[in-house]
């Protein structure tokens, strides 16, 4: 066994490398360049993981996001590969505190933010130290084209002049060809090689359906109970929602976003993963670590904000190569709701600025002061406060991120505060009744003594098992005894958490990137305009769409998606007329009942009866039926 094969083997208890995995690492450890684009799931990090095991030295890894890499040093300590990650601006001490730990720690792989290298005091502290290998995960970051645009990546070319020899290895999961080029740009890359692998997932069929009524549409497309299935829908509720309507139907469903606690998700992924519940019900938030092998139907109930997205959700559909669909559903008016939903809230700069001022005053945070800090906002007191639109003031915490001011951490706490209201001898009158409202008013007066005097934070979760109606019912009954002035309350299930990555330099920090704003929210009206045309435009192969997309070009069709160039094939096999004379010979049937029977889409099937009337084959009666003349 080679040492390649042997380290795979030892440390990641697997005998074979996944495609392309081999050739990346055999070119980076001749210290070459190297780019390696691979979808979700193709096996990156191996790529850089291995070669830093193989090598005399530390291999310094640039990536975005404090939570991932954090997941990753705790992944790879537990695989016994010995790795840290440089914790954010603590003061000086600490600083040197964590590079003495690098310099004498036996690690082999580093993990930084961007944001550090700006920092020459850091950048002299790195030459230090032994690195051997530099990785920049998540490269696409470098670009503006890229849908996560962080400029704090353009810093990472100064590793460059730190350390001339270090060969870079640069890796993404997005690869459009603009993307491409600004990697190769962005992070000062010389002649590197590019491994490329394709972003085609064969056994996937991609559907779009255009339906009236999309819940109708899930009940036909769900044929198999026992099928693993993942159902993306864009809101918590409406994952509750719909899980409770599949269960009433009669399948094993249950649901899953991020604002269910912690443990009820490892609970709901176990069920899932058991077949258990094997249909989940889910938000975006339904994703990371997510490996299971066998599931056979992604469907979307509303399109996402980019082909990226769309791209990464469907890609969990057939990991085990075996045929699968990913189904779109669309409604005529999905297309105004998708550009409302993310292109009406977008902020301008004057309004980023009176934000920026807001936040930073409700913080307190003074001028100069705030790096390093971790603070909590209660998104919809702040947006009370100023008057703010509360999506529009989520999009400037996204933009202040992705700008690398501050790391937008979703606290997901919901939290409700209940007070009543009326008099004492009013609320048990109404405690009377025999409703929900009433139960739940008696639940209050009998756990809350202090509810009558002031604001009382509750546990909705004690009211669900009590009462036994959903937290969205329960929200409801509040409301309704709200309207009946008995009580008031407030839910907020939107809590943040930011932590502030720069100094408050208001004119420094906020000028570079507003001068960006235009050109990102074309950017992002690019990416629903693509969007929408997959689920609108029928002509052009689904799969051809979405690799076109990620710059490959593909002349032949796949042959099972639902675009009209794809479909016809299907009905060349079929003789269209003579199936229908068959069916007719029993009775006479509308043309959607005719459609469902040959299980050909409806179009063909009008097609087929026009002809056949034209022929004087079959005619038309009063009922819309057609019949054998
Ligand atoms: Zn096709």
């Given at each position: 066994m080679d040492k390649l094969h042997e380290a795979l083997n030892l440390y990641w208890n697997s005998k074979s490398f996944r495609p392309l995995q081999k050739e990346v690492i055999s070119n980076y450890l001749m210290a070459k360049d190297t780019v390696v684009l691979m979808p979700t799931g193709g096996g990156k990090s191996i790529c850089y993981q291995l070669p830093a095991l193989l090598s005399d030295g530390l291999t310094l890894v640039i990536s975005p996001l404090i939570s991932l890499m954090q997941d990753q040093v705790d992944q790879l300590n537990q695989r016994g590969i010995k790795s840290m990650f440089f914790e954010s601006n603590r003061g000086e001490n600490d600083i040197d505190r964590q590079f003495e730990n690098a310099r004498n720690g036996g690690f082999k792989l580093i993990y930084s933010s961007p944001e550090r290298l700006v920092n020459r005091s850091f950048l002299e502290q790195l030459k230090n130290l032994n690195i051997v290998g530099i990785a920049v995960d998540?490269?696409?970051?470098?670009?503006?084209?890229?849908h996560d645009f962080r400029p704090?990546?353009?810093?990472?070319?100064n590793l460059r002049e730190v350390f001339p020899k270090v060969a870079f290895m640069a890796l993404t999961a997005t690869a459009t060809p603009e993307v491409l080029e600004d990697i190769k740009g962005g992070l000062g890359l010389e002649h590197p090689q590019v491994f490329r692998n394709s972003f085609?997932?064969?056994?996937i069929h991609y559907r779009v359906g255009h339906v009236e009524d999309k819940m109708g549409e899930i009940k036909k497309i769900?044929?198999?109970?026992?099928e693993s299935v993942i159902i993306y829908c864009r809101s918590r509720s409406k994952t509750e929602l719909m899980s409770q309507q599949l269960k009433r139907w009669g399948y094993k469903a249950s649901y899953y976003h991020g604002g269910l606690e912690g443990s009820l998700k490892k609970q709901r992924l176990v069920d899932w993963k058991a077949e258990t519940t094997p249909i989940m019900v889910a938000t975006s938030a339904f994703g990371m670590g997510i490996d299971k092998s066998n599931v056979r139907k992604v469907i979307h109930l509303m399109m996402p904000e980019s082909m990226e997205a769309y791209y990464q959700e469907t890609g969990r559909a057939g990991r085990d190569g075996i045929d699968s669909t990913a189904i779109l559903l669309v409604h005529p008016s999905d297309k105004t709701r998708l550009n409302h939903q993310f292109l009406s809230h977008l902020p301008n700069s004057s309004f980023i600025k009176r934000f920026f001022e807001k936040l930073t005053t409700t913080l307190n945070i003074a001028y100069g002061e705030g790096a390093g800090e971790e603070f909590k906002v209660n998104l919809k007191d702040f947006c009370d406060r100023y008057n703010f639109h509360p999506k529009k003031t989520l999009e400037c915490l996204k933009i202040l991120d992705r700008e690398g001011v501050l790391e937008l951490q979703q606290a997901y706490e919901t939290q409700t505060y209940v007070k009543i209201v009326s008099s004492a001898s009013v609320a048990s009158q109404r405690a009377e009744n025999v409703d929900d409202a009433a139960r739940i008013l008696q639940f209050l007066m009998r756990n809350y003594q202090e509810v009558f005097r002031k604001e009382k934070k509750i546990n909705l979760g004690q009211i669900v098992d009590l009462v036994g109606i959903s937290f969205e019912e329960i929200l409801k009954k509040l409301e309704g005894l709200k309207k009946e002035n008995i009580v008031d309350f407030q839910h907020y299930n939107t809590d943040l958490k930011l932590y502030w990555k720069v100094p408050r330099e208001d004119q420094y920090t906020l000028n570079p990137f507003l001068k960006r704003i235009k050109a990102h929210h074309q950017q992002k009206a690019d990416k629903i305009g693509f969007m929408i045309d997959y689920a609108f435009?029928?002509?052009?192969c689904k799969r051809n769409k979405i690799l076109r997309y990620f710059g490959e070009k593909k002349s032949?069709?796949?042959?099972?998606?639902?675009a009209r160039s794809c479909r016809k094939e299907e009905t060349v096999d079929l003789d269209l007329p003579s199936e229908i004379k068959i069916l007719l010979q029993r009775d006479p049937l509308n043309a959607y009942q005719i459609g469902i029977q040959i299980g050909v889409s409806n179009e063909f099937i009008v097609i087929a009866l026009q002809e056949m009337i034209e022929e004087n084959i079959i005619g038309l009666n009063e009922l819309n039926q057609f019949y054998l003349k």
């Open positions: 998540e490269a696409h970051c470098v670009s503006e084209w890229g704090s990546f353009m810093a990472i070319k085609e997932r064969s056994n769900l044929s198999d109970p026992k435009d029928n002509s052009e032949d069709l796949c042959k099972q998606c639902s």
